[in-house]
């Protein structure tokens, strides 16, 4: 990418945006956990309420605690017998849902050569890595910004001041997709534009976006 050519740094959330799992909108989430208590014994609702809710959202999603202490934790409390290992993989296999059509789109974006493209997203390390590594984002993205490295999460003021001091000074602010409202209110609060993505019409009617398709 010529850096010389570059007009725009452009920014994804990946839960609802680049991946169809959990969504702000409930008639647009497509559950991970379906097959979750038939094949592993664990009740969904349940590791959301003591879990996911819980130690997940205040410790290991902005990175006090590792992943794997916090399933060590909590998953016998669960009535699971397993290797937390081999949970993590379960959990991170079934909620990689790609979504190609908005991967598609970045990857038009990126041969267009002028834009950065960034994730800007609430994830734990373990979770990060598999995003970046496995389901290869990184051969789109220049970099992933997310909660556990930056130590909080959006829409906390300092999770997008994290961003900007890493993007560097804009000629034009920051241009991101992302499905939850508060964290986009946050965003153009920080002097971002941000959409509120819904389905991938809001991204590619978009004018900027849209002039490079």
């Known amino acids: 990418m010529e ?31 379906k097959d979750l208590l038939a094949d592993t014994g664990v009740d969904p609702d349940r590791l959301r309420k003591e879990f996911i809710f819980d130690i997940f959202i205040k410790k290991v999603i902005v990175g006090e605690m590792a992943l794997m202490d916090a399933l060590e934790k909590r998953l016998p409390a669960l009535g699971y017998t397993g290797s937390p290992m081999a ?16 991967l598609d789109v970045v990857g038009k974006l990126r041969a267009a050569g002028d834009c950065r493209l960034y994730i800007a997203t609430n994830q734990e390390h373990m979770r990060a ?10 051969d789109l993205f220049d970099d ?19 961003i900007a001091d890493r993007i560097g000074p804009v000629t034009d602010a920051p241009l991101f997709f992302d499905d939850t409202e508060a964290v986009v209110l946050g965003a153009r609060k920080a002097g971002w534009e941000a959409v509120q993505f819904d389905t991938i019409d809001d991204m590619i009617d978009h004018p900027w976006v849209k002039a490079r398709l």
Do not use: C, M
Request: aromatic share 18%; proline share 7%.
């Open 144 to 162: 992933i910004f997310y909660s556990a490295r930056i130590g909080t999460r959006k829409p906390d003021p300092r999770y997008y001041q994290f």
């Open 87 to 102: 949970f993590a993989r379960y959990w991170l296999e079934k909620d990689s849902n790609l979504n190609q059509p908005v």
């Open 3 to 33: 850096t010389g050519r570059l007009t725009r740094t452009i920014l994804f959330d990946v839960d609802g945006v680049l991946i169809n799992g959990y969504h702000s909108n409930p008639e647009r989430v497509v559950p991970w956990d």
């Open 129 to 138: 890595n598999w995003l970046w590594s496995v389901l290869k984002l990184g």
